[in-house]
């Protein structure tokens, strides 16, 4: 199997410090801002958007975090990780502006999985979604409103996106199927 | 890593450390959807629990009904006092039956050792030991060492003592398979009469003096005692029981600081403990009530899945 990188530390460094900016502009300032990364990349992602985030304004935001294995829609499915993990979102989502943070958006399965499950702990008055790669292949009709890259795959290669705090190092890699 | 891959929870003899830390790794994450403002997920959306008791149950078959519904499953009770049980029908046909009616799981609690074994090989769906004669209790076990873990964060080196009726107790040996799997070493204590000679094949120290037994134990487990099935008066006086046998304060004052004091439910107050203890500060009695419905959801979902997979061929 050969896998070509195709975002470095660097990139991914920029793709993250921009979509931090972009969620503060869209937004208009932090005011009512939440930030919900989906396990078990999305979490480390959410945590850097709001440690860039923090840096721009000089403000905490509050960052959740979403295990959305009991809200598949295939229960065999849900095996793609061994372990049911926790969700823990210490704060209050009614009435704050959420946005959503995963790595890879692909199919839209789990992000409609995660809107289930976020609609059980509350509601938000605006849900986004961040996502640090977009790789096509829509089953649902769902879009992210911030793309770190778009990368057009086939169905037949996998998007393996590295991350220091999980993997020990920062790199999108594409392996292809020979 | 690895993934759970039993159609069937029939006891902790049968399981490895493995298994027994994922189902405990698994709870903690549905201890969460109980502290919710909805109290539900979607996980067993469809799916159908049976709750199948040959044997009166409250508690248990209330923890099962509670954990299905937390899960999105629908459940039935059958009352097999009221039901063709009462007309002879075995527990295979019985379990076939509910199979037909393409039911998911089967929870079922019987008199006789061995009856959620024979059930699990009878049937395809999936089949949940919730306590059979003398055998097994793996639930009941898994929310004690999952309480147990909690308070203490670990098991491996515990000292884990278990007083009461071990000879007929399913809870027992539960626990003790549970315990000694994961490293913690356990006394069991009972008056004479009620402590198997072959109990020490189980890896565990049996004594029947109370205070050795106390001396050094991180744990108390208090098991219930049967006076209602102790056909044989092994134990006729229940006061002089909690005389020999009961946890009371003054025990508690000379065992370790901080000793956890547990019991299965129901307590006969004045028997088996007393007041003061089950209320004090080192029970966690109620906190296993919890604690079960979380365990049991636990199972519950993995049993489910990896039915699922095998009947997608995905795992044999």
Avoid at chain 2, 87 to 97: A, H, M, S, V, W
Avoid at chain 2, 130 to 159: C, N, S, V
Avoid at chain 2, 200 to 221: C, G, R
Avoid at chain 2, 281 to 287: K, M, Q, R, W, Y
Wanted: net charge neutral.
């Amino acid at each position: 199997m050969k896998k070509v990188k195709i975002l470095d530390k660097e990139a991914i460094n920029r793709s993250i410090m921009r979509i931090a900016h972009e969620i503060i502009e869209k937004n208009k300032g932090i005011a009512e801002l939440c930030l919900v990364g989906i396990r078990n990349r999305g979490v480390h992602l959410a945590k850097r958007l709001s440690d860039n985030i923090k840096k721009i304004e000089n403000k905490d935001i509050p960052c959740g975090t979403l295990d959305i294995t009991l809200y598949r829609d295939d229960l065999a499915m849900a095996s793609g990780q061994p372990l049911v993990r926790k969700t823990e979102i210490d704060f209050d989502l009614n009435d704050r502006k959420l946005v959503l943070v995963d790595d890879v958006l692909y199919t839209g399965r789990t992000i409609r999985a995660a809107l289930d499950a976020l609609n059980d702990f509350g509601r938000p008055k605006s849900i986004q979604l961040a996502v640090l790669i977009d790789r096509g292949h829509r089953e649902l009709p769902i879009r992210a409103d911030f793309v770190g890259k778009n990368i057009p795959t086939s169905s037949q290669e996998a998007v393996e996106v590295h991350l220091e705090e999980a993997d020990g190092s920062d790199e999108v890699l594409i392996a292809g199927k020979e | 890593m690895m993934f759970w891959s039993k159609k069937d929870l029939l006891g902790l003899e049968y399981l490895t450390q493995e298994e027994i830390l994922l189902i405990l790794d698994t709870a903690e994450s549905f201890k969460e959807v109980s502290s919710r403002e909805i109290k539900k997920v979607p996980a067993l959306r469809g799916k159908t629990a049976v709750n199948l008791f040959y044997e009166p149950s409250t508690r248990t078959r209330i923890s099962f009904e509670v954990a299905a519904k937390r899960l999105s499953a629908d459940v039935i009770n059958i009352a097999t006092d009221t039901s063709s049980v009462r007309k002879g029908e075995t527990l295979i046909d019985t379990g076939k039956n509910i199979q037909a009616l393409k039911a998911d799981i089967v929870i079922v609690r019987h008199s006789c050792s061995g009856a959620a074994n024979m059930l699990a090989r009878a049937l395809d769906i999936s089949v949940v030991n919730a306590g059979d004669g003398w055998h097994e209790h793996p639930t009941q076990a898994l929310l004690d060492i999952f309480t147990l873990r909690e308070k203490l964060g670990k098991i491996a080196g515990l000292k884990v003592t278990i007083v009461g009726d071990i000879a007929h107790s399913r809870v027992a040996r539960s626990n003790i398979w549970g315990l000694t799997k994961l490293g913690a070493s356990v006394t069991v204590c009972a008056p004479e009469l009620l402590l198997p000679a072959e109990i020490e094949k189980m890896k565990v120290k049996a004594t029947s003096d109370i205070d050795k037994a106390l001396k050094d134990a991180d744990a108390v487990n208090v098991l219930r005692m049967q006076f209602e099935r102790d056909e044989n008066a092994a134990f006729p006086e229940q006061l002089d029981y909690y005389k020999k046998f009961g946890i009371t304060e003054e025990r508690l004052d000379r065992a370790q600081k901080g000793i956890i004091v547990m019991h299965p439910g129901p307590i006969n107050r004045g028997i088996e403990m007393s007041s003061g203890v089950a209320d004090g500060e080192n029970s966690v009695i109620l906190e296993q009530v919890t604690n079960g419905i979380a365990v049991r959801m636990a199972v519950l979902f993995l049993v489910a899945q990896a039915r699922e997979k095998i009947k997608n061929g995905d795992i044999d």
